[in-house]
């Protein structure tokens, strides 16, 4: 299933957002978002998963998603959004629960995607007992659990420290090459944009306009750390952003 | 605290020894830097309180027996204490304890619960909420006692007026710390909860009432305790048998050894009563870091 | 004939009283001095209203200021803490604990019982009354209405009761409203009240009267004049200078309005009085009936009834509301009044 963003447009009464945006999202792809702060990344997100309208324009799906696939669109969230009173397995049952499974088939899921993300041991687990990686991971699985088309990543990494980012980043990366899932991934970070994405579209300022989309074609398992093609991607789309993110930071915040 | 100024004064001495054949110039004395990052952080000394309370209630009673008190103004400590020994001894405790714990064990469980169901109302739908803010923030303020009369009317002289004037006191608190506490609920659940597309009801269900929980203990925490405080309000009308009926005869008769014994009965039973609830919260609520 | 009946009563236990020379006649032997009377808006605190009106209280060299309270409860422990000075109420529970940690005294004697006299009523809900309790001695398993445990209310029903052989069930309200809406909505069976709120009630359908406590208790002590300890210990021109003056505001109102001898002007002029401080809240028309019903006698001489008093500590101690050991030592100072 692919999808399309198509001339889409924004604005929180005065403030306008999102100025026409045009983007395609193929299936088997990661597309990485960059832009500076407050351009309107998340609100794009919140657009494609239909979590929210936009002014004008309109996200188009082509195709159906896959079957057995319980919730098409699926967000994994900077801050985890855990039920802090439900165990790792209870977080990952929740969005289960109302699809009717079964209590036998919903248990082999949770097991299954447990397994996936390396967590079986943690099944019992309350959040307040894990680290941040780890409780990125259980959003991982909880995501994965309900077998997504596409997974809407805003910020997945950020909370966590650089170690467990670099950690979860090869885990994503793994994960990319075993199941070959879509997905937007929002970032500010440039070179997370550029490990993880096949395209990196980068914004503009508030509002918001596509400045730039880069297609990367090394796949994602072959990308290294210290690769010199990579290092001089990022270089490029500092320079892009620079400007950018100078003119954002000056901004007043309530414009 | 202590070690630590040991551990630093010992590395200072040590330093200042090794490097005893260095030159130093002249006036340049070693100093240990001055520990500031004391005081304004509480810890729990267990054996303060019950001392404080002990040595209160000595002076009491030495005031008392000397007469340096009037038993006018206070009674002896020791005849407190013989009033209980009687309660204990003939009985009366309990035919005063129950009908008062079953008028706040009722009133309180139906003012909580109607109030933790229209809060929860108030919190998720917005007519609700227009409708019925203002009607609760105008019941709030009013004292319930002096709607015992008109309750008479309503709820008879019997139990039921004693049941509404308690389940009134205790309903208003409920409502606004249980909205508040909807209020409160992390959004971004919330917003989880839709993404995954999970209907209304599991996420009011799964996402909304357990992440208002803690509002709501807070909540019956407040209630809880304006409900014992009714108890004697309740208790004013019509009642023979009961802490507060105790109490206000007491009062009445200037008997002021009784008086004392009721009200740290009834104090005694907002101690249980908060830590019966600090059980159950710690328990329903060992999510919480 | 109801003042023969009265003096009868004093000459028969007069031999007790020779104690004390009774100042009847005020003379100013305690000159300016400034004392707080404690009085509650009601019929029964006239005395105290006449000797103000009529300058008995200047002539006895006491500069008074009123005190008003809304019940009688906390009047006694203004005495006790020297809010106040002197006041007069109901002999209560908390009356007899003050006396007896040594911080009130009851000195003299105010409002009686007396037969012949329209005194205190008993009187019966509308559906009690219309499910049988016509008379006391029906009242067996019924509701009484009380103020508090202890109070006058809760003496005169078990006497009441106690006299017929019934048990009733006390039922405390703790104020004469809540009880006056408690018996129009039925929800206690009987009570007893002065007449001047007995009789609109039952004029108005409201309530009806059964019988006259006054049948059960005759010469009842129903209120006494008191004070603090240290007034009666220890102030003694002063205390013998109000009761003086009291006693004095006492036979004017006495005379006036129960036994009527001043003719319709000295009746009418004492109603005018009164209203100054009764049911101030309505007309003189209106009040006027409520003042006049309300006329029981104050006892001449402010003579206290010593029988009576002594009956109802008594029952205080048989109820356990008060202590076993309170005596009438602790709570009657007999020195300043003619006892009976
Ligand atoms: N619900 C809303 N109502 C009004 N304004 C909003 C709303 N949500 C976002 N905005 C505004 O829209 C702009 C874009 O917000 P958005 O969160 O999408 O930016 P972002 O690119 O994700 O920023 P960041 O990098 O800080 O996460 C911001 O100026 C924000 O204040
Ligand atoms: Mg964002």
């Keep these: 299933m692919d999808l399309r963003v198509d001339a889409l447009s924004h604005r929180y009464g005065n403030l306008e957002v999102l100025s026409d945006i045009s983007l395609d999202i193929p299936a088997g792809q990661v597309v990485s978002i960059i832009g500076p702060s407050g351009c309107g990344k998340s609100t794009l997100l919140r657009f494609i998963g239909g979590l ?104 997945p990494l950020s909370a966590l420290d650089s170690q467990t980012r670099e950690l979860l980043m090869d885990d994503l990366i793994d994960l990319w090459a075993r199941e070959r899932f879509t997905a937007v991934y929002v970032t500010h970070n440039l070179a997370e944009a550029v490990r993880l994405g096949h395209q990196i579209v980068v914004l503009s300022r508030r509002p918001g306009k596509i400045r730039e989309i880069i297609t990367i074609e090394t796949p994602l398992d072959a990308r290294r750390r210290s690769d010199p093609e990579l290092a001089s991607i990022e270089e490029r789309l500092w320079s892009v952003m620079r400007d950018e993110a100078q003119a954002a930071d000056l901004e007043l915040v309530d414009g | 605290m202590a070690d630590t100024t040991h551990h630093s004064l010992g590395a200072q001495t040590e330093r200042t020894a090794a490097g005893a054949d260095k030159p130093h110039s002249a006036g340049e004395a070693n100093t240990t830097v001055r520990y500031r990052g004391g005081g304004f952080r509480t810890h729990s000394i267990f054996w303060v309180g019950p001392v404080v309370f002990v040595v209160l209630i000595a002076v009491w009673e030495w005031g008392t027996q000397t007469g340096f008190i009037s038993n006018l103004t206070l009674p002896k400590p020791s005849d407190v204490l013989g009033t209980f020994g009687e309660l204990w001894r003939t009985g009366t405790l309990f035919e005063h304890l129950i009908p008062s714990l079953t008028r706040f064990a009722v009133g309180s469980a139906m003012g909580c619960l109607a109030g933790v169901i229209i809060g929860v109302m108030i919190g998720l739908f917005s007519h609700v909420r227009a409708g019925l803010v203002p009607v609760v923030a105008a019941i709030f303020p009013i004292p319930k006692i002096a709607l015992l ?141 | 004939m109801t003042k023969l009946t009265r003096r009868q009563t004093l000459g028969l236990i007069g031999g007790t009283a020779a ?48 005190e008003f309270f809304q019940a009688a409860q906390p009047m006694a422990l203004a005495i006790a803490s020297g809010d106040a000075d002197y006041a007069v109420t109901a002999i209560s529970g908390a009356l007899v604990s003050l006396a007896e940690r040594g911080a009130t005294k009851v000195i003299g004697g105010a409002l009686s019982e007396e037969q012949g006299i329209d005194g205190q009523k008993i ?56 009880i006056i809406g408690a018996l129009r909505s039925d929800q206690v069976d009987a009570w007893s009240i ?34 603090s300890t240290a007034n009666a210990a220890e102030e003694r021109a002063k205390t013998e200078a109000f009761l003086a003056a009291f006693a004095r505001g006492a036979a004017d109102f006495n005379a006036a309005l129960v036994d009527k001898t001043e003719g319709e002007d000295g009746a009418e002029e004492m109603v005018q009085l009164i209203h100054n401080y009764v049911y101030t809240d309505r007309e003189l028309d209106a009040a006027r009936p409520a003042i006049v019903n309300g006329a029981m006698r104050i006892n001449e001489g402010a003579a206290l009834n010593t029988t009576s008093v002594e009956d109802q500590l008594n029952w205080f101690k048989s109820e356990g509301l008060v202590d076993q050991a309170a005596s009438m030592e602790n709570l009657v100072d007999t020195s300043y009044v003619d006892t009976m």
Excluded: C
Excluded at chain 2, 192 to 211: D, E, N, T, Y
Excluded at chain 2, 260 to 280: D, E, H, R, T, Y
Excluded at chain 3, 200 to 205: K, T
């Design chain 3, 19 to 66: 104690l004390a020379a009774t100042p009847l006649i005020a003379k100013p032997a305690y000159a300016n001095t400034s004392i707080k009377v404690g009085a509650l808006r009601f019929t029964s605190h006239a005395a105290s209203f006449v000797a103000f009106e009529r300058g008995y209280f200047a002539d006895a060299g006491l500069d008074v200021e009123f």
């Design chain 1, 52 to 155: 929210e309208r936009p002014s004008e324009g309109q996200i188009i799906q082509r195709g159906q998603p896959p079957e057995g696939s319980l919730n098409p669109l699926t967000y994994v969230f900077q801050d985890f959004a855990l039920l802090p009173w439900r165990t790792v397995a209870g977080n990952i049952a929740l969005v289960l629960e109302d699809h009717g499974l079964g209590s036998a088939r919903q248990d082999e899921i949770i097991t299954n995607v447990l397994a996936r993300t390396k967590l079986s041991e943690f099944r019992d687990a309350l959040p307040k007992q894990l680290s941040g990686g780890m409780k990125q991971r259980v959003a991982i699985a909880r995501a994965l659990a309900v077998n997504p088309a596409v997974m809407l990543m805003d910020e």
């Design chain 2, 149 to 289: 009369p008109l309750f008479i009317i309503w709820f008879g002289i019997g139990e039921g007026s004693k049941y509404a004037l308690i389940a009134l006191g205790t309903f208003t608190p409920m409502v606004v710390a249980t909205y508040g506490a909807v209020d409160n609920v992390d959004r971004t659940l919330i917003r989880m909860g839709q993404s995954f597309s999970l209907s209304w009801a599991s996420i009011v269900r799964k996402i909304v009432l357990p992440g208002a929980m803690p509002g709501i203990f807070s909540g019956l925490r407040v209630s809880l305790a304006i409900g014992i405080i009714l108890l004697v309000a309740a208790e004013m009308l019509g009642a023979r048998r009961g802490i507060g009926a105790y109490i206000l005869e007491a009062g009445s008769l200037y008997d002021l050894e009784r008086l004392f014994a009721g009200v740290i009965i009834l104090s005694a039973l907002g101690v249980v009563v908060n830590f019966v609830l600090g059980l159950i919260e710690d328990r329903v609520l060992r999510w919480r870091s």
């Design chain 3, 123 to 178: 009187v019966a809900s509308n559906a009690a009354f219309a499910d049988g309790v016509t008379s006391p001695a029906a009242l067996a398993g019924r509701t009484w209405a009380v103020t508090q445990a202890g109070s006058s209310f809760h003496y005169m029903g078990s006497k009441i009761s106690g006299a017929e052989g019934v048990e009733v069930e006390f039922q405390p309200l703790q104020g004469v409203g809540n």
């Design chain 3, 194 to 227: 002065v007449p001047h709120i007995a009789k609109p009630l039952a004029a108005g359908g409201a309530i009806n009267i059964i019988g006259d406590v006054a049948d059960y208790l005759p010469n009842y002590q129903v209120t006494t004049v008191f004070t």
